[in-house]
C-alpha cells in the first residue's frame, strides 16, 4: 500500500507502528541478552561471523562469503550495543572468561599429551 506523504494522520499513524516495531524489537533482543545461554549463542554466532576477525584472503569468492558473515555478526553486534549496553557488557566479560577457561583447558591437554610422549 502506498503512503500519502501529505497525510498528517496516515503519517502519524506510521510513525506509531514504527514506534511499536522499533519497541518490540528492543525487548526482544533485551530478552535474549538477559539470560546466560541467550548471550552465548548471540556471543557464539558473532565470533563464528568474524566480527572481530581480520586478515586478508586472496581467493575473491571467499573474500566476499567472508565479508558478507561479517556484516550479519557486525550489524548483531551493533544490535546488541543500542539495544541492551549492559547486557552486552555482561557478555563480553563472560566470553572471555570462557576464553580463558578454554584456553587453560587446552594448555592441561597439551600437557598430558607432552607427558605421554615422554615415556
Known amino acids: 500500500m502506498a503512503r500519502d506523504a501529505s497525510n498528517a494522520a496516515q503519517n502519524k499513524k506510521a510513525e506509531q507502528v514504527s514506534d511499536r516495531r522499533a519497541v518490540r524489537r528492543r525487548d526482544a533482543f533485551r530478552a535474549v541478552l538477559d539470560t546466560e545461554p541467550g548471550r552465548l549463542v548471540l556471543s557464539e554466532v558473532m565470533a563464528d561471523c568474524g566480527v572481530l576477525r581480520a586478515g586478508f584472503i586472496a581467493d575473491p569468492m571467499r573474500l566476499q562469503f567472508e565479508a558478507g558473515q561479517r556484516n550479519i555478526g557486525?550489524?548483531?553486534?551493533?544490535?546488541?550495543?543500542?539495544?541492551?549496553?549492559?547486557?552486552?557488557?555482561?557478555?563480553?566479560?563472560?566470553k572471555a572468561l570462557r576464553d580463558d577457561a578454554d584456553r587453560r583447558e587446552d594448555e592441561a591437554?597439551?600437557?598430558?599429551?607432552?607427558?605421554?610422549?615422554?615415556?
Open 74 to 94: 557486525v550489524w548483531l553486534r551493533a544490535e546488541c550495543q543500542a539495544h541492551a549496553p549492559r547486557s552486552f557488557r555482561v557478555m563480553e566479560d563472560e
Open 109 to 119: 591437554v597439551e600437557k598430558v599429551g607432552r607427558e605421554v610422549n615422554v615415556d
